[in-house]
C-alpha cells in the first residue's frame, strides 16, 4: 500500500465564457506541449489524489 497516487495533467483553453477541457493525461510533457501548440490562454491543472489512509 505505499504506491504513489498518479498525478493526472488537465489541460484547458478559455472559450468564452468558460475554460473547456482539451486534454487529460498523465503524461507531464505531452500536457506541456499541447498547451504550447495552442498558445494563448492555456492553462495546465496538476491533480494528484491523497493517499488513502485506514
Known sequence: M???PATTYI????DKP???????????AKA?????????KVQIEE???KPKKR
Open 2 to 4: 505505499t504506491d504513489k
Open 11 to 14: 489541460v484547458s483553453v478559455f
Open 18 to 28: 468558460h475554460w473547456r477541457t482539451v486534454l487529460t493525461t498523465k503524461d507531464k
Open 32 to 40: 506541456e506541449a499541447l498547451a504550447k501548440e495552442i498558445g494563448d
Open 47 to 49: 491533480i494528484t489524489p
